[in-house]
């Protein structure tokens, strides 16, 4: 503000100033690249400097809710995604790292959750359905879906061997101190 710079303006001097100094000993670290401007405009430049950045640092890492950019993935090993995994059902993040995924706004449930007008909720989605191709959004969501069981199937197994593991230590230890007791009586 002291400045008279838009967010954007702001936003994108700091970058400029990050790519001045970055080098193979940064960690660059940049939150939501490209926002506060036109969408394509955005992407495009986003697209760009994360381009110059994977020929100047080792690592960086990027946030962003431009889907187009987890396409950068697809055309080079460098580019990597991950999502923060969220709950439907809460409505709040969890703070797991969800790799190689794609994370969704959650925007309109999260509307939804703080109240506002059922008819701005339905218009909305009307437009998110024309933005999205339908069944790649629905296949999507069904995979997402089929990794959450998947890892909460996994997670039930890894409970019920540990809990197993625990009960044949027990049982375990328990010979050994019989095995134990016998030896030092037969010593006796």
């Known amino acids: 503000l002291e400045q008279n710079l838009s967010t954007f303006s702001r936003h994108i001097s700091r970058i400029c100033k990050i790519l001045e100094v970055a080098s193979t000993q940064s960690l660059v670290l940049?939150?939501?690249?490209?926002?506060g401007t036109d969408p394509s405009e955005g992407v495009a430049l986003s697209a760009s400097i994360l381009q110059y950045l994977k020929d100047?640092?080792?690592?960086?890492?990027v946030t962003t809710h431009y889907a187009d950019l987890s396409s950068m993935k697809e055309k080079d090993t460098r580019f990597d995604n991950a999502a923060m995994e969220f709950s439907l059902e809460t409505l709040q993040p969890t703070y797991r790292i969800l790799w190689g995924c794609t994370g969704d706004s959650?925007?309109?449930?999260?509307?939804?959750?703080?109240g506002f007008d059922r008819?701005?909720?339905d218009r909305a989605q009307k437009?998110?359905?024309?933005?999205?191709?339908?069944?790649?959004?629905e296949r999507r969501g069904m995979l997402y879906q089929s990794l959450q069981e998947e890892r909460?199937?996994?997670?039930?197994q890894a409970?019920?061997?540990a809990s197993v593991h625990a009960e044949i230590m027990s049982v375990y230890n328990e010979v050994q101190s019989r095995c134990f007791a016998r030896k030092r009586s037969f010593v006796s």
């Not at 959650?106 to 703080?114: C, V």
Request: proline residues 2%; without cysteine.
């Open 159 to 161: 409970e019920k061997a």
């Open 106 to 114: 959650n925007a309109l449930s999260i509307a939804q959750s703080i």
């Open 152 to 156: 909460n199937q996994l997670k039930a």
């Open 30 to 35: 940049i939150d939501e690249i490209g926002g």
């Open 56 to 61: 100047r640092v080792n690592l960086a890492v």
């Open 119 to 121: 008819n701005i909720i």
């Open 127 to 137: 437009w998110v359905e024309k933005f999205k191709p339908e069944q790649k959004q």
